[in-house]
């Protein structure tokens, strides 16, 4: 497939663009979500599109997978460092749909949990709930979020390899390392996204092209 250099900036206008055309915009609300090692920033990409977007005249509402982590007495019940369990067991999907995404299906409430569950305290957040607008976009970020059927309108996966990971994973987190071996094994999230962002260099970016 093609692949286009491209800046941050413009990628952040890209995919606010890409947003806005989708389905429904202004009409319903949209589900998108940012997928990548934490190496990759996905976070940092959210939060970046969320002004673009009420400049388009979106609502937005930030919610990081991090918030819907399991108790650490299920994600840690083999180990502090064990990576199957890191791709498997960490994040509550049924929470994440439950609490984010299905209310913001078609004739939903829009009223979503912002997080469930503090994995540093172990404790639950007492977030409070929150109405998205008609016609505001979820912008969810987090690894390993494709191939869990979640229902999003559009998925962003931000691409690494395997040496830029390990390079830029911190030491203390490189345990993770095989869990995304996996994932791009079984997932294989450049081809499950529907786009990707390669980030071996965050200076310097590049969009893979749908062949």
């Known amino acids: 497939m093609p692949i286009r250099p491209i800046s941050p900036d413009r990628l952040v206008e890209l995919l606010a663009d890409r947003i806005a055309a989708l389905p429904g915009a202004g009409e ?41 982590l399991r108790p650490s007495s299920v994600r840690l019940e083999y180990g502090r460092h064990d990576a199957d369990a890191f791709h498997d067991l960490w994040l509550d999907d049924g929470a994440l749909l439950r609490e ?22 172990d404790r639950a957040t007492r977030a409070r709930y929150t109405e998205l607008a008609p016609g505001g976009v979820l912008l969810l970020d987090g690894a390993l979020l494709l191939g869990r059927w979640l229902p999003l309108e559009l998925t962003v996966h931000l691409a ?24 791009e094994a079984e997932t294989v999230p450049a081809e499950a996204a529907d786009l990707t962002v390669r980030c071996d260099d965050p200076r310097h970016p590049a969009l893979v092209e749908p062949a």
């Not at 969320?50 to 991090?66: D, H, S, Y």
């Not at 984010?100 to 305290?121: A, F, I, M, N, Y």
């Not at 690494?160 to 869990?179: F, G, I, M, V």
């Open 100 to 121: 984010v995404l299905d209310p913001l299906e078609p004739g939903g409430s829009g009223r979503v949990l912002p997080s469930l569950w503090d994995p540093v305290t």
């Open 160 to 183: 690494l390899s395997p040496a830029a990971l390990a390079r830029r994973t911190a030491p203390e987190e490189r345990w993770t390392l095989p869990a995304f071996a996996r994932y």
């Open 28 to 68: 319903r609300r949209l589900r998108v979500a940012v997928d990548g090692a934490a190496a990759a920033g996905p976070g940092a990409l959210a939060d970046a599109l969320v002004e673009p977007l009420r400049l388009r005249g979106f609502p937005t509402l930030r919610v990081p997978a991090a918030g819907f």
